[in-house]
T-cell receptor
Framework: AQKITQTQPGMFVQEKEAVTLDCTYD???????LFWYKQPSSGEMIFLIY??????QNATEGRYSLNFQKARKSANLVISASQLGDSAMYFC???????????FGTGTRLQVFP | GAVVSQHPSRVICKSGTSVKIECRSL??????MFWYRQFPKQSLMLMAT?????????EQGVEKDKFLINHASLTLSTLTVTSAHPEDSSFYIC???????????FGPGTRLTVL
């Protein structure tokens, strides 16, 4: 069965520093998509970044980059130059095999301090 | 952009009443929309997948007669919680998929409180 694992329930980072949020996945399907979403306290889910299983290069979107290590089945999110507004829950997700459904991890709460 | 709206953002109702939540894709046509439920400090749980013009596909354990989903147009899906009970109190959030893109864009969510 497909599964997403986020082992860090909470992370702290100082403003302007970089932080890595871990995500590992399990699937037997060679074709899959990996996503990261940010959920601030307001509740909305904000799409951050996407990585396709066949993409040769790691995805980047501004201060967000995805460290995609296919052999290790990991898709860690790297946030560079953290800002106070980055404090939120972060969810890793994977598109389920053969469907449009997303499987979510349990999330990591990131707190950025001055 | 890919903007999804939800209405209402917050609703409080009495036990036994029905509540309708709207999900709209504002700047794109969404052939597929999804409805999720999120309990406090937990992850999102998919309730159902909604395709325009056809019946929704419900996840195992989700009562389709209790959670009525209608996807009447390419920009609107509605979730109606019928005969709501306090245990239905939760955060309901929808998402929309644009064309063949893998990415789901989420609405801001609706917080339902049933007294």
């Amino acid at each position: 069965a497909q599964k997403i694992t986020q082992t860090q329930p909470g992370m702290f980072v100082q403003e302007k520093e970089a932080v890595t949020l871990d995500c590992t996945y399990d699937t037997s399907d060679p074709s899959y998509g990996l996503f990261w979403y940010k959920q601030p306290s307001s509740g909305e889910m904000i799409f951050l970044i996407y990585q396709g299983s066949y993409d040769q290069q790691n995805a980047t979107e501004g201060r967000y980059s995805l460290n995609f290590q296919k052999a290790r089945k990991s898709a860690n999110l790297v946030i560079s130059a953290s800002q106070l507004g980055d404090s939120a829950m972060y969810f890793c997700a994977m598109r389920e095999k053969g469907t449009d459904k997303l499987i979510f991890g349990t999330g990591t709460r990131l707190q950025v301090f001055p | 952009g890919a903007v999804v709206s939800q209405h209402p953002s917050r609703v409080i109702c009495k036990s036994g009443t029905s509540v309708k939540i709207e999900c709209r894709s504002l700047d794109f046509q969404a052939t597929t929309m999804f409805w999720y439920r999120q309990f406090p400090k937990q992850s999102l749980m998919l309730m159902a997948t909604s395709n325009e013009g056809s019946k929704a596909t419900y996840e195992q354990g989700v009562e389709k007669d209790k959670f009525l989903i209608n996807h009447a147009s390419l920009t609107l899906s509605t979730l109606t919680v019928t005969s709501a009970h306090p245990e239905d109190s939760s955060f309901y959030i929808c998402s929309a998929k644009r064309g063949l893109s893998d990415t789901q864009y989420f609405g801001p969510g609706t917080r339902l409180t049933v007294l």
